[in-house]
C-alpha cells in the first residue's frame, strides 16, 4: 500500500501550521517556543484521513480477493505504459495465464479451497515478477501479468520460473496446480491493450486445446 494521502495530507498540513505560526510570531507576537498542541492535532487528523485515503485507493485499484491489481486498474494505467514505451522505443510484454482444470478443483475440493488456491497462486506471481512489473486478476480464474521494457522472450523467463515454482506449491497444497499461458508484445503484435489482450487469450485457447487434445504438459505455442 503507497502513502501518497499520508504524505500528501501532512505536507499541506504541516506546512500550514509552519505559516499559521509565523504569522502568529511577526503580526501578534505570539512565541515560537511555544509547544503547538493545536499543530499536533491537526497533522493527527491529517495522518489519519490521509491513511483512510490509501486505503480506499488501495481497495479500488486491487481485487478482493487475491490483492493483485484489478480490470479497472490496468485499463487506467495501460494508456501511461504504453506511451512510456513509445517514448523509449521499447518494448512491451504480456502474459495470460489461466488455471487449469479450476472448475474441478472447486468441485473436488470446495470452493473455499479455490480461493486459497487462486490466493496462493497469485501470491506466487508477485513473488516472481521483476521489479516495475503488473499483475492483476483479470476474472475468475484468469490473472494478466504486464512487464514494461520485456521482450517475448524476457516474460516467458519469468513464466517459466513460476511454472517451476508451481510445483512445490503443488505439493504443499496437495492439488495439482497448473496454468496455460498465452503471450503478446507491444508493439510486435499489437498496438492496443485491447488487441494485445485478444491475441494472448488465443493464443492461450490454442494452447489449451492442444494440452486437453494430447493430454500432456504443453507450455507454449
Not at 87 to 112: M, P
Not at 181 to 192: C, H, K, L, S
Request: charged content about 25%; overall charge neutral; some cysteine.
Amino acid at each position: 500500500m503507497k502513502y501518497t494521502g499520508r504524505i500528501t495530507g501532512l505536507t499541506i498540513m504541516l506546512t500550514a501550521i509552519i505559516v499559521v505560526r509565523l504569522y502568529a510570531y511577526i503580526n501578534l507576537g505570539y512565541p515560537l517556543t511555544a509547544y503547538p498542541i493545536v499543530g499536533v492535532m491537526f497533522l493527527i487528523i491529517a495522518f489519519m484521513a490521509g491513511k483512510q485515503y490509501d486505503i480506499v485507493k488501495f481497495f479500488s485499484e486491487r481485487d478482493d480477493l487475491t490483492e493483485c491489481y484489478n480490470r479497472g486498474f490496468v485499463n487506467a494505467i495501460f494508456p501511461t505504459l504504453l506511451a512510456k514505451t513509445n517514448k523509449n522505443n521499447d518494448e512491451l510484454s504480456l502474459a495470460i495465464l489461466d488455471c487449469d482444470n479450476f472448475k474441478t478443483i472447486n468441485d473436488t475440493y470446495g470452493h473455499r479451497q479455490g480461493d486459497l488456491v487462486l490466493q496462493e497462486f497469485s501470491a506466487l506471481l508477485l513473488k516472481n515478477i521483476n521489479k516495475g512489473d503488473f499483475v492483476a486478476r483479470w476474472g475468475g480464474d484468469e490473472f494478466i501479468i504486464i512487464a514494461p521494457h520485456t521482450n517475448i522472450v524476457e516474460i516467458s523467463l519469468i513464466v517459466d520460473e513460476i511454472e517451476d515454482k508451481l510445483q512445490a506449491l503443488s505439493k504443499k497444497m496437495k492439488i495439482r496446480i497448473s496454468f496455460t499461458v498465452g503471450f503478446a508484445t507491444y508493439p510486435t503484435d499489437a498496438r492496443n491493450i485491447d488487441d494485445l489482450i485478444s491475441i494472448a487469450d488465443q493464443n492461450m485457447y490454442v494452447l489449451k486445446k492442444k494440452k486437453i487434445k494430447q493430454g500432456n504438459c504443453l507450455r507454449y505455442v
